[in-house]
C-alpha cells in the first residue's frame, strides 16, 4: 500500500508570492492533518480535514487556508507569502478523526526569499 | 501552544547504551504517541499509549505513563546508530488533534 504523498517536496518562493501544496493520503484514510514544523516553533497543527470538512484549525492567520477533495486528497495554500513562512509542511493520515496513529508524508519544504 | 516538553532536548550516547527520554504536558489526555524524525523527513509512528495504561513495549522501545504527573518516558534499550533521530511525544486530549512537543535529538556514536 502506498504511502502519504506530498508535492512537490521542495520549492522556493519570494515574498507576496502564493503557494499551494498538495497531499494524497493512504488509500481508505479519511483524515488528512497538516503540520508546520519550523526549528523555532517545532511542529505546529495547521488544520484537520475529514471527509471534506475542516475539523480543526490551528493559530494560522487567514494567509494559512486548505480543502479536501472527495477522494480524500487536500490541499494548502498559503497567500502573500513571509520569509517566517518558511518551513517544511508536513502532512498526516489517518482511519479517523485526529485521535490515533498519524501516517506522515516526507514534507514539503518552503523557502521563501 | 505546545503541550508535550521533551527533555532532555539533545541526548548522546554509545552505540549499545540505554537512551531514556521524557516528555511531561499539562493537561489531561486521552492518550500519548511517540514519534520518531529522522533528519528533515516525515514522522513515523513508534508507539500510542491509552490514559488508562502505565506500561507498554514494542521490541527494544517500553513507553511508561504516569497520568499524575502529566509525564511519560520513552526508553530505548541497546541503542544502535540507526537509532539516531529526533523523538518526538504527541498528546491526544478529548476532541484536539495531536499535540507535538520540540523534541528530544538522539545520537547513537557507533
Known amino acids: 500500500k502506498a504511502g502519504v504523498t506530498q508535492t512537490p517536496r521542495y520549492l522556493i518562493k519570494t515574498r507576496g508570492q502564493q503557494v499551494t501544496l498538495s497531499c494524497s493520503p493512504i488509500?481508505?484514510?479519511?483524515?488528512v492533518s497538516w503540520y508546520q514544523q519550523t526549528p523555532g516553533q517545532g511542529l505546529q497543527f495547521l488544520f484537520e480535514?475529514?471527509?471534506?470538512?475542516?475539523?480543526n484549525k490551528g493559530n494560522f492567520p487567514g494567509r494559512f487556508s486548505g480543502r479536501q477533495f472527495s477522494n480524500s486528497r487536500s490541499e494548502m495554500n498559503v497567500s502573500t507569502l513571509e520569509l517566517g513562512d518558511s518551513a517544511l509542511y508536513l502532512c498526516?493520515?489517518?482511519?479517523?478523526?485526529?485521535?490515533?496513529?498519524?501516517?506522515f508524508g516526507e514534507g514539503s519544504r518552503l523557502t521563501v526569499l | 501552544s505546545q503541550q508535550g516538553e521533551e527533555d532532555p532536548q539533545a541526548l548522546s550516547i554509545q552505540e549499545g547504551e540505554n537512551a531514556t527520554m521524557n516528555c511531561s504536558y499539562k493537561?489531561?489526555?486521552?492518550?500519548l504517541q511517540w514519534y520518531r524524525q529522522n533528519s528533515g523527513r516525515g514522522l513515523v509512528h513508534l508507539i500510542l499509549?491509552?490514559?488508562?495504561?502505565r506500561e507498554k513495549h514494542s521490541g527494544r522501545l517500553r513507553v511508561t505513563l504516569d497520568t499524575s504527573k502529566k509525564s511519560s518516558s520513552l526508553l530505548i534499550t541497546a541503542s544502535r546508530a540507526a537509532d539516531t533521530a529526533s523523538y518526538f511525544c504527541?498528546?491526544?486530549?478529548?476532541?484536539?488533534?495531536?499535540?507535538f512537543g520540540k523534541g528530544t535529538r538522539l545520537s547513537v556514536i557507533a
Open positions: 498526516a493520515s489517518s482511519w479517523t478523526q485526529n485521535t490515533g496513529e498519524l501516517f
Open positions: 488509500s481508505g484514510h479519511r483524515s
Open positions: 480535514y475529514f471527509s471534506e470538512t475542516q475539523r
Open positions: 493537561t489531561s489526555i486521552n492518550n
Open positions: 499509549i491509552r490514559s488508562n495504561e
Open positions: 504527541a498528546t491526544v486530549a478529548r476532541n484536539t488533534p495531536l499535540v
